[in-house]
């Protein structure tokens, strides 16, 4: 069974960036050609999509958040990260990471985790 | 970017009965990039549906999905006490993937 736990700090200040990691266990982020992904929430709201990565280090990103977003993959620790540059109280939300169903970013997601909050605030 | 409209925004049910949920999309979407998620509070979604009619591991048959092109529709045949949720419509065929805005079934 596969698990996925995001982890980093709960609360940025404005104008820096946020760091997130996803940590996966159960299987190896680079078994079967998944693709893996961050979605994100702000509270009481809908889900937004943010990026997606591959093993291989594709990535594919929301234009809407493209020019302040990186995700990486670290396959040794079999985790993926997420950065977000110059965040405001507009990215205050609960992100999760995921991942996507077969071997193609063109899937549903099958896998999530928990989710957790970050908030942007001074 | 597709975007998707769920209707109703909410839907006041009592267990037992019948739920239909709508998501329209606002440009044609192959049925093999729609799926459906449900949100409990506190929770991360949980994928209820695939490939628009396919059921995600381990979710009970009272769950169907059905529509193709712009109309898409989730059935719950007959809801159970833990159905009570938010249901999410999502399409991953065109980038950038979105999500509907929800709709909320509540107890009646």
């Known amino acids: 069974q596969v698990q996925l736990q995001e982890s980093g700090p709960g609360l940025v200040k404005p104008s820096e960036t946020l760091s997130l990691t996803c940590s996966v266990s159960?299987?190896?982020?680079?078994?079967?050609?998944?693709?893996w992904g961050w979605i994100r929430q702000p509270p009481g709201k809908g889900l937004e999509w943010i990026g997606t990565?591959?093993?291989?280090?594709?990535?594919s990103y929301n234009p809407s958040l493209k020019s302040r977003v990186t995700i990486s993959v670290d396959t040794s620790k079999n985790q993926f990260s997420l950065k977000l540059s110059s965040v405001t109280a507009a990215d205050t939300a609960v992100y999760y990471c995921?991942?996507?169903?077969?071997?193609?970013?063109?899937?549903?997601?099958?896998?999530w985790g928990q989710g957790t909050l970050v908030s942007v605030s001074s | 970017e597709i975007v998707l409209t769920q209707s109703p925004g909410t839907l006041s049910l009592s267990p037992g009965e019948r739920a239909t949920l709508s998501c329209r999309a606002s440009?044609?979407?192959?049925?093999?990039?729609l799926a459906w998620y449900q949100q409990k509070p506190g929770q991360a979604p949980k994928l209820l549906i695939y490939?628009?009619?396919s059921r995600a591991t381990g979710i009970p048959d009272s769950f169907s999905g059905s529509g193709s092109g712009t109309d898409f529709t989730l059935t719950i045949s007959r809801l159970e006490p833990e159905d009570f949720a938010v249901y999410y419509c999502?399409?991953?065929?065109?980038?950038?993937?979105?999500f509907g805005p929800g709709t909320k079934v509540d107890i009646k």
């Open positions: 995921a991942r996507h169903l077969g071997g193609t970013w063109r899937r549903a997601f099958d896998y």
């Open positions: 159960g299987g190896s982020i680079t078994s079967n050609s998944y693709y």
């Open positions: 990565v591959y093993y291989s280090g594709y990535t």
């Open positions: 440009q044609s979407i192959s049925s093999t990039y």
């Open positions: 490939g628009a009619s």
């Open positions: 999502h399409q991953y065929g065109s980038s950038p993937g979105t």
